[in-house]
């Protein structure tokens, strides 16, 4: 629902709104929020809501705790798994510190940052999410288990597909709160699926998301359900991978339709992806988790392109005619902060355009099953968290594009995970306990 300040609080009077929930992503992605009653709205919108940013990980030390929450109007949605009488909404919201600035870890005004650069350069970026979840069932006590809902595989119906319904339930519950699904399905995994998503500008596609995961796990619990977006909770099955789409369009004209070939703008922004892939894959990639995905199954590991095969972290896809519309990121998993990452891709590419960096040559052969000789030649992704982090760390790039403050918060939390597991007795209790149930 986009709309205005007044056209807000005249929707929360007439619709027998009782519960107002103010939204926000920590700087790991992690949603929180507090809820407000309406009388309180009014005040929300001129003042802000106050919270103890201190007890956030990540955010402020208690000497400098005060941060306010300040609701965008344009993010108003209905919660639909709620009560119809006394109905409950949710914004999403921008933070700020008690003066009236911008708090520098907030992932939404990081984002805005990064289209505003695009605006101001000529390209509107538009995103979609494709992003895979497994299904496990619960013990008798309601804790999660490592049971697959069912043993179905890639497209697979009912009855091997057990979860027609609970993914049926997310695609309308998400449809009434104004996203659009365009494809669901089964996956390879046993209770592994996708849901596939419309594209939209940047800012409102990582709200998207962020109200996806939500939906998904919320469904999930109320079907008897866990839902884990954990990148590889099987050891022996496919990983949960989020592929992210990018459409950039200049004056009206797609840069990678009708021909990627002659589009040397589009081509530079591909490029500047690929440049700095391995300064983001702490981001794309932050849990030690996400590092037993990577280079298995379908899941890149090499730092190259392509049109069509599937080993590649960036495919330019080519639709009928063999002309391609978007870039297709392969590499992320869907543990982001969706703010942070989507804007580093933005910047990336924009690098990209202005330095009219060459695109090397596709990448047309199958390393996964390729001899070393052939993949030789070809750099690869951090191996570790601890890997990604170092790359981070020495990146001019990501210094630039994300505040140092938060930074500094965000690779010292990676850095005690990784520590925490590499240290551990049984590295797989610890990384279950520290992970699954979050994730």
Wanted: aromatic fraction near 10%.
């Amino acid at each position: 629902m986009d709309a205005t300040m007044s056209e807000v609080v005249q929707f929360i009077q007439e619709n027998d709104v009782k519960f107002i929930r103010l939204a926000f992503c920590d700087i790991f992605g992690t949603q929180k929020n507090i809820a407000i009653m309406p009388t309180e709205l009014e005040r929300a919108f001129e003042r802000g809501i106050h919270f103890n940013a201190s007890s956030l990980r990540g955010f402020l030390n208690v000497d400098a705790s005060d941060l306010l929450l300040f609701p965008d109007p344009a993010t108003l949605s209905v919660l639909p798994w709620r009560p119809a009488q006394g109905r409950v909404v949710r914004f999403y919201c921008d933070i700020r510190y008690p003066d009236g600035t911008p708090f520098e870890g907030d992932g939404r005004r990081l984002l805005r940052e990064a289209s505003r650069r695009a605006r101001r350069a000529g390209y509107a970026i538009s995103m979609g999410t494709a992003s895979e979840f497994y299904l496990f069932e619960l013990d008798e006590r309601g804790n999660p288990t490592a049971i697959p809902h069912d043993h179905g595989e890639y497209f697979d119906v009912a009855p091997l597909d057990k979860a027609e319904n609970v993914r049926r339930q997310i695609c309308l519950t998400l449809e009434e709160m104004g996203i659009q699904p365009e494809s669901s399905h089964h996956e390879q995994g046993p209770g592994q699926h996708e849901i596939d998503f419309r594209y939209a500008e940047a800012l409102e596609a990582a709200d998207n998301f962020v109200t996806f995961k939500w939906v998904v796990k919320s469904m999930a619990s109320s079907s008897g359900l866990f839902a884990s977006f954990l990148p590889k909770p099987l050891p022996s099955a496919p990983g949960s991978g989020l592929h992210l789409s990018l459409s950039v369009v200049k004056d009206g004209a797609n840069l990678f339709h009708p021909s990627f070939e002659d589009s040397a703008e589009g081509r530079s922004f591909v490029a500047g992806i690929l440049r700095r892939a391995a300064e983001l894959t702490v981001f794309g990639n932050p849990l030690t988790n996400s590092y037993q995905r990577l280079g298995e199954f379908d899941a890149p590991r090499y730092i190259t392109w392509s049109h069509q095969n599937r080993a590649p972290l960036v495919s330019v896809p080519l639709a009928s005619g063999g002309q391609a519309n978007r870039m297709k990121v392969r590499a992320l998993d869907g543990c982001i902060n969706p703010y942070m990452v989507f804007s580093l891709l933005i910047h990336a590419g924009l690098d990209g355009i202005e330095q009219r960096l060459p695109l090397a040559p596709a990448c047309d052969e199958n390393l996964f099953t390729a001899p070393e000789t052939a993949r030789a030649p070809y750099e690869s992704l951090p191996a570790s968290l601890c890997d990604a982090i170092r790359c981070a760390e020495q990146s001019d790039f990501i210094a630039r594009c994300i505040p140092a403050r938060t930074l500094s918060a965000f690779f010292a939390a990676k850095q005690a995970e990784h520590d925490r597991i590499a240290l551990a007795d049984d590295r797989t209790a610890a990384e279950r306990a520290l992970y699954f149930e979050r994730y």
